[in-house]
């Protein structure tokens, strides 16, 4: 096992600058000076600064789009800090890209969160911060430690601040079967009772009919899903409550703000009141919308930086 170095530095790709300046900000430390560019060709090409030698290194990047781009960079600069001599490499990884093939669904597809995890490793980092994989059980793809923290609390701190969950109306929902887990977590922290957004589709190229477990009607629902990307599944079990459902008002919240393609436009129109997101991925100024409230994830991760240079539990953050 890699013990911590001799001190404790940070150094920031180009994936989410802005938390990397919070969470340095959290710490009371400077960023590290790294220089992470392209060459003509578009090859990555990374210079560290500084000397790192014996250093405890956190590289804090999330893997979001462009997602090539964003985990060459993760791993030329862990390379890159391999070959200085760090200490200890750490990956801090917001958001952890190509998650979401965590098996094979089909024949013959390939299970790229297995083969992420392998480039980190085989790159040189010895450990890994990150928060809500897609499917918690990508944890044990790796040899290394992985220290997987929650965005519940992070978004129940957030929610809790707003006067709608004071209601005694107040029902969480889960927008389909697969994040009910989450949905029930959420739940339970809030006090409050649980619905689900149930969608089918009776046969090929009928449409889908939702349904809706739980009573909804006349309440303020809260929506929770772990990430957002082309807003379809969140979107339409929002109109599901409203006109199925029969609910009177309608909230979300996620932990990875991914709005890809068509996401911001149907998050305009939508019934959706507010939507809170988690800043691991940096969304920029002209994706930002009235609804949209972002979320700082910037405490928690300093504060489990902190406790895995002290060598201190991690573990107290989960709750």
């Known amino acids: 096992m890699v013990t911590r170095g001799n001190t404790l530095k940070l150094f920031a790709c180009n994936g989410c600058p802005e938390l990397a300046k919070e ?37 804090i990047q999330s893997t979001s789009a462009p997602v090539n781009d964003n985990l060459m960079e993760l791993l030329v600069t ?13 990956a801090v990884i917001p958001y952890f890209g190509y998650a979401r093939q965590d098996r094979k669904a089909m ?14 490793q085989t790159a040189g980092a010895d450990r890994v911060l990150t928060m809500d994989l897609h499917a918690a059980q990508i944890q044990g793809f790796f040899k290394i430690p992985v220290d997987h923290l929650l965005g519940l609390a992070v978004l129940k701190k957030a929610i809790c601040k707003e006067d709608f969950v004071k209601d005694d109306d107040f029902v969480v929902v889960s927008p389909d079967v697969g994040s009910v887990a989450r949905a029930r977590q959420l739940a339970a922290r809030l006090n409050a009772p649980l619905a689900i957004v149930d969608k089918r589709r009776p046969k090929a190229n009928v449409m889908e009919v939702m349904n809706i477990i739980g009573d909804v009607e006349g309440k303020t629902c809260l929506m929770i899903d772990d990430m957002i990307d082309t807003a379809g599944t969140i979107v339409q079990g ?15 919240c996620c932990t990875h703000g991914v709005l890809s393609g068509p996401a911001i436009e149907r998050l305009k129109n939508s019934v959706i009141e507010k939507l809170f997101v988690l800043n691991t991925i940096e969304i920029p100024e002209e994706k930002k919308f009235d609804k949209l409230k972002l979320v700082s994830v910037a405490p928690i991760f300093a504060d489990a930086i902190r406790s895995i240079y002290e060598e201190t539990s991690v573990s107290k953050l989960y709750d």
Do not use: C, M, W, Y
Not at 112 to 120: G, H, M, Y
């Open 23 to 59: 969470i340095a900000k959290k710490l009371d430390l400077e960023l590290g000076q790294i220089h992470v560019g392209k060459f003509s060709d578009g090859e990555i090409s990374v210079h560290i600064d500084e000397s790192v030698r014996g250093a405890d290194v956190f590289v």
């Open 78 to 90: 862990i390379d890159a800090l391999k070959r200085a001599s760090a200490g200890r490499i750490n």
């Open 107 to 120: 024949a013959h597809d390939p299970i790229t969160a297995k083969l992420v995890a392998d480039l980190i």
């Open 238 to 252: 929002a109109q599901a409550l409203i006109e199925v459902g029969k609910a009177k008002r309608v909230f979300a």
